[in-house]
């Protein structure tokens, strides 16, 4: 796609503008791409403009600020490459004029026109694709700008070298949940960031969890009910694929649709209810909104638009090689989420029938539906055995997976359910052996090393001969949760060792790091420091957790991630208190001194920004951002929930008959019982903690939790609390106490209910809750005669800063 000579101008004055986005051209040439069809749809500019884009709201201004030094984004630049599937040639041209230098000007920006095409290549087919016009495009059918109208399709990509900010992205998409967006590639240590400085919808009024955008956006205009899958698995590393996907049409209008597959598979044939249809497998889509999940798609053009109601059924034939030996009788299985084709995190269900070789072990998500079967092959001659296992769904879930090796395996039970680990002999070739140093990983599904481990192991450990105490782990975790967050979702839990050092939690299937088969003293070995050693423990508990929170629960959109591994890990902790009080301290504390950890530029890590930001946090300014801030910000969010109610309901109840269960933990079995299979956002999740809110945490009178959602949950700060000018005034049988609290380290508008405590005969009484809000905050307390010194948040439950 490239530029045009006889599409070349003189442009003056002219403006492209779409909601909160506003780029003008003031002066300089411009050279239009090649028409195809009718259709002119990029434009290379070079001259003087300029862009503004003014995110909406603090939590977007805040992530501006971080990246680019300013809360609005407002850039001179030299050069811009546009990209559009609109009218927008037609909307330029009254302020264009013949150039003088035309051919020059198009050959001498020919080449990079053509280099950065292709990112927008596959979003442009979507629309040009369409068997029927479609509202929006081309200004055929509707002239008037239908930008928020659902049916409309209207994009503008653009890429800009700025004179202060470098090379940066701003694009507008009506198709996309979350239409306007700005960001920057960046790299930093080798490592490659796209920082995303803004992102948000046309409509400001949005809910306070923002909305699924991309692929997720998409997914909910076409719904995969079923995947029925025979997998060819041959070790060491690859494997055939046939999936076949049952999928209802809800919102009609697409004719090319996106699915995520990893690039290290080939789709070799697409079929659609029994016919082959066109594919593009794995386009290179760099610096576009979808690039930021990787270049794992792949496009199918289906014969028509989709129609809405209409049920098809699709087969992917495919294959490649995303297994690889980690050594020691383990397979990695790259390709995760990945190996099948999929619309992102959908609820369904599974039918999957793998065949492999004997001698290996297969575990899949899903209940195992025949003993293994044995099949006789015989090739030219030569006799080959297979083994076939089928494994189906007993619920809708969004994942599904599978793992194998050269496992042996131990078992128990608990409240009702089989647990099997499945363990290898030895470790993979990576493990760390001699004086090696490497990073331990407290969890999970998108862990990040955690810096400063140093291992060292003189012996191998045996993973398989610790199963049986991984099993009992698993089994105390599962009887733990199930008693109180309600009947664990599946009827057997299986556990597999699986090579390095992330470990995820899928329905019924545990994908568990070799460090989680270390027994105490050959942890000592390894050298772990005894917070390592916490941590190193925490991984077990946290994915059984996520078999409640992240399988059966699901969350809605990347703002809401944070509430499934946050509280997984918090149900974790509670476990851990209740064994070690000291240790569940320890690891709260140490997730409060990361928050506070500085970069080489001085920034303190809890800036990278609120837990609603999802993996947007992590950054080329923050690497480890997710990490810090979802899982150690997340965890002290609910922390600091459970506290305030348990002392305003200790507090209220007082003389009347206890409830038998805190309230916490009846709240969270609502989450489950009401978003068993669903989604859920973080408002929701706010929802349910408000509905029985005691009368003493309704900021200004309202039964609302929307106070903690603003500065708790959409703020990043960790403010500090002080006590001035306290009196104690006898009065009729008990002491008056009035002083201030004074709050520094915090914006203005924050919120905090403050426990405040005072001294009774050396022992801390709790006195109430006081709503800290402003920089000083007058309060007044009754308390029993004989109470003396004034303390706040004695059992610190709030994520503050010391002093
Ligand atoms: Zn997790």
């Known amino acids: 796609m490239g530029l045009d000579a006889s599409l070349t101008f003189r442009v003056r004055g002219a403006s492209i503008d779409r909601s909160a986005l506003h780029i003008t051209l003031e002066d300089g040439e411009i050279s239009f791409t090649t028409s195809i069809d009718g259709h002119v749809t990029g434009a290379f500019f070079e001259g003087e403009g300029e862009v503004l884009l003014t995110p909406p709201d603090q939590v977007e201004r805040a992530s501006m600020t971080l990246f680019t030094g300013m809360a609005i984004l407002e850039e001179r630049f030299a050069t811009a490459y546009l990209r559009f599937n609109d009218q927008t040639f037609s909307d330029l041209r009254p302020n264009l004029r013949p150039a003088d230098d035309a051919k020059d000007f198009a050959s001498r920006w020919d080449e990079t026109a053509r280099n950065l095409a292709d990112s927008d290549a596959l979003r442009l087919l979507a629309t040009f694709s369409h068997s029927l016009p479609t509202r929006g495009v081309g200004g055929e059918l509707r002239k008037s700008n239908g930008m928020d109208d659902p049916g409309s399709d209207r994009m503008v990509h653009a890429r800009f070298q700025g004179l202060k900010l470098g090379t940066f992205d701003v694009g507008f998409d009506s198709m996309a949940a979350e239409q306007i967006w700005a960001g920057q590639l960046q790299t930093r240590q080798g490592a490659t960031y796209y920082n995303l400085w803004a992102s948000f919808p046309l409509n400001t009024q949005r809910s306070s969890s923002g909305q699924p955008q991309g692929l997720e956006q998409a997914s909910d205009d076409l719904k995969i009910s079923e995947y029925k899958i025979r997998v060819d698995v041959k070790p060491p590393t690859s494997l055939n694929a046939d999936a076949q996907l049952k999928i209802s049409v809800r919102r009609g209008g697409a004719r090319t649709v996106l699915f995520e597959l990893s690039r290290f598979l080939h789709v070799h044939q697409?079929?659609?209810?029994?016919?082959?249809?066109?594919?593009?497998?794995?386009?290179?889509?760099?610096?576009?909104?979808?690039?930021?999940?990787?270049?794992?798609?792949?496009?199918?053009?289906?014969?028509?638009?989709?129609?809405?109601?209409?049920?098809?059924?699709?087969?992917?034939?495919?294959?490649?090689?995303?297994?690889?030996?980690?050594?020691?009788?383990?397979?990695?299985?790259?390709?995760?989420?990945?190996?099948?084709?999929?619309?992102?995190?959908?609820?369904?269900?599974?039918?999957?029938?793998?065949?492999?070789?004997?001698?290996?072990?297969?575990?899949?998500?899903?209940?195992?539906?025949?003993?293994?079967?044995?099949?006789?092959?015989?090739?030219?001659?030569?006799?080959?055995?297979?083994?076939?296992?089928?494994?189906?769904?007993e619920r809708a879930s969004t994942l599904s997976g599978f793992n194998l090796g050269k496992y042996e395996r131990a078992g128990t039970r608990a409240a009702d359910v089989d647990v099997t680990v499945y363990a290898s002999k030895g470790v993979e070739r990576t493990f760390p052996h001699g004086s090696e140093e490497i990073t331990v990983v407290p969890d999970t599904r998108l862990g990040r090393p955690r810096p400063g481990s140093i291992l060292r192991t003189e012996q191998t450990p045996s993973p398989a001969r610790n199963a049986q105490m991984v099993a009992d782990r698993a089994a105390q975790s599962l009887d733990y949760f199930s008693k109180r967050f309600g009947p664990y979702p599946y009827s057997s839990l299986d556990l597999t060792q699986m090579p390095g050092e992330i470990s995820q939690g899928w329905p019924g299937l545990v994908f568990l790091t070799s460090f989680s088969f270390l027994t105490p003293s050959q942890e000592t070995d390894l050298h772990l420091n005894p917070t390592q050693e916490i941590f190193n423990r925490l991984v077990l508990p946290h994915e059984v957790a996520h078999q409640w929170w992240g399988d059966l629960v699901g969350w809605h959109s990347y703002r809401d991630q944070w509430i499934v591994e946050a509280l997984a890990n918090y149900s974790a902790l509670m476990m851990l208190e209740t064994q070690s009080p000291q240790d569940f301290r320890k690891v709260m504390e140490r997730y409060r001194s990361d928050l506070l950890q500085k970069n080489k530029e001085g920034e303190p890590l809890f800036s990278a920004g609120p837990v609603t930001l999802g993996q947007r946090l992590n950054s080329s300014h923050f690497p480890n951002g997710y990490e810090a801030v979802s899982y150690g910000r997340g965890t002290w969010l609910f922390h600091m929930l459970r506290y305030m109610l348990l002392d305003a309901e200790s507090k209220e109840s007082r003389g009347q008959r206890r409830q038998a269960e805190e309230p916490f933990v009846r709240i969270l079995r609502r989450l489950r019982e009401r978003y068993a299979g669903k989604e859920v956002t973080t408002a929701e999740l706010l929802g349910l903690f408000a509905e029985d809110l005691p009368s003493s945490l309704r900021y200004e009178g309202r039964k609302s939790l929307d106070w903690f959602f603003e500065s708790w949950m959409q703020g990043v700060s960790l403010p500090h609390f002080s006590l001035k000018n306290v009196k104690y005034v006898p009065r009729q049988g008990g002491v008056s106490i009035t002083g201030s609290i004074v709050q520094t380290d915090a914006p203005e508008s924050l919120v905090t209910a403050v426990p405040v405590y005072g001294f009774v005969e050396g022992k801390p009484v709790f006195l109430g809750t006081v709503f800290a809000d402003g920089p000083e905050t007058p309060f007044h307390l009754n308390a029993t005669l004989g109470t003396r010194r004034v303390v706040l948040d004695v059992n610190q439950t709030l994520l503050t800063s010391p002093k």
């Not at 989709?306 to 790259?334: C, K």
């Open 270 to 393: 697409v079929q659609v209810d029994g016919h082959a249809v066109e594919f593009i497998n794995n386009t290179a889509i760099d610096g576009t909104q979808l690039a930021r999940r990787g270049n794992d798609l792949v496009a199918v053009v289906f014969p028509q638009d989709l129609q809405a109601g209409q049920t098809i059924l699709m087969q992917f034939t495919y294959g490649g090689d995303v297994l690889s030996d980690a050594g020691g009788g383990l397979l990695y299985v790259g390709a995760k989420g990945t190996w099948y084709p999929n619309r992102g995190l959908q609820m369904a269900n599974f039918d999957l029938e793998f065949h492999y070789p004997p001698n290996w072990t297969l575990v899949a998500t899903g209940k195992k539906s025949n003993p293994t079967s044995v099949i006789e092959n015989r090739t030219s001659g030569q006799a080959s055995g297979e083994l076939v296992t089928r494994w189906l769904t």
